[in-house]
């Protein structure tokens, strides 16, 4: 784990085999079949800054508000993420959930939300917030105070359901 002195480094963008895995589930969705996920990942449709095209990217939903209308997804590659930057360019888009479209808009959270947002999911899905850690290579030492300091490192955004949202 980083000494605390020390800013956390973001993790590198996948490439290779972590691409082709963190991609795979897209067709799925794109076939209708996105219910088998149970509502664990959403398929974010964004368009490209510099192209103006339509991209979609499949995220884990880190948390849930269904009374708010509300998602919480983090971009674990940090803020070079090409969903990531898009949505900061044109925040209004369209999620899929197992076999439901939601108009949202993007609101980018703190760092310290993130510190919280991961301390919770981390509470809730300690096996897998390790597996996501070491995947993204963010070190933590299983600790809740390991787990905020890895969330601070990591932009999180919630996706709010609503009016002003558009439908690609």
Known sequence: MPHRDTPPVPPRLPTGWRRLLARL????????????????????????????????????????????????????????AAWYRNLRAEP??????????????????????????????????PRTARRLGAFTGLRTDGTDAGFREAGGAVPFVRLEAGPGARLP
């Not at 939903?61 to 983090?74: K, L, M, Q, T």
């Not at 959930?97 to 809730?124: K, N």
Request: contains cysteine; proline residues 6%.
């Open 92 to 125: 209004k888009t369209l999620i899929e959930v197992g076999t439901r479209r939601h108009a949202v808009t993007a609101h980018f959270l703190t760092p310290g939300d993130g510190a919280e947002i991961m301390a919770r999911y981390a509470r809730r899905r």
């Open 25 to 80: 589930p897209i067709p799925i969705f794109r076939c209708g079949l996105g219910w088998v996920f149970g509502g664990r990942l959403l398929l974010l449709h964004h368009t490209g800054r510099v192209s103006g095209l339509d991209r979609r990217v499949v995220l884990e939903v880190v948390e849930y508000a269904p009374d708010e209308g509300c998602w919480i997804v983090a971009s674990g590659f940090g803020p070079k």
